[in-house]
């Protein structure tokens, strides 16, 4: 299990990731392999953008001349709030605050594109959910993050992100920011073996 989602790795220089539009975004392509997320890209996400309860970021190639650049991965942030009693008393006790039901984001879908997988880019893909929510808790609080899995396999999938599962929904996981804000920050620190002038 990882102490925190691939929270020191960055996309390729070919990529980058910003907000979903319609104008700039084909996602009539787009297939991950899963038919729900497939069809919510393609036509879901509109909706929930125009009513305001999703905000949807893509990954795209940098290098795309044409008007449109094509989808190759997408996560939606909304928000959230957890009860307690879903989350293990480690976490009750040390990172989740004194309230109850517990301010929080949740990571509603996220995936990417087949062309894209198995080169460890779900796990930075994820580490990039969860740094904009740790941004977002600046401006407004959030102690937690809640993913709810599509299946079993993208459970176990967060589950070796270092996310816990809720004790009474197993696809639903949550991870405390706490902790990528602590993972994020022993990065920042010099190792012992930093010496000046050591290649």
């Not at 996602?27 to 125009?50: P, S, W």
């Not at 984001?105 to 460890?120: E, F, K, N, P």
Request: aromatic letters at 8%; one cysteine or more; hydrophobic letters at 40%.
């Amino acid at each position: 299990m990882s102490d925190a989602p691939n929270a020191g790795r960055s996309w390729p220089a070919d990529l980058v990731i910003g907000r979903f539009d319609a104008l700039r975004h084909d996602a009539a392509g787009f297939d991950c392999g899963k038919a729900d997320l497939n069809a919510y890209i393609q036509h879901g996400v509109l909706e929930d953008e125009r009513d305001r309860t999703t905000a949807c970021y893509v990954l795209a190639s940098r290098a795309e001349t044409n008007s449109t650049r094509p989808v190759l991965g997408y996560f939606t942030l909304n928000s959230f709030a957890l009860s307690k009693r879903q989350a293990r008393r480690r976490d009750r006790d040390r990172s989740l605050g004194r309230y109850d039901p517990v301010p929080a984001v949740l990571i509603g879908r996220l995936a990417l594109d087949v062309s894209m997988q198995r080169q460890g880019l779900g796990s930075v893909l994820l580490a990039e959910a969860i740094g904009r929510v740790l941004e977002m808790s600046q401006a407004i609080g959030a102690a937690v993050v809640v993913v709810h899995a599509i299946d079993d396999d993208a459970a176990a999938f967060y589950e070796h992100q270092g996310f816990t599962r809720f004790r009474d929904e197993p696809n639903h996981l949550s991870y405390p920011l706490a902790t990528f804000a602590a993972a994020i920050a022993s990065l920042d620190q010099p190792r012992d073996d930093a010496t000046p002038g050591r290649p």
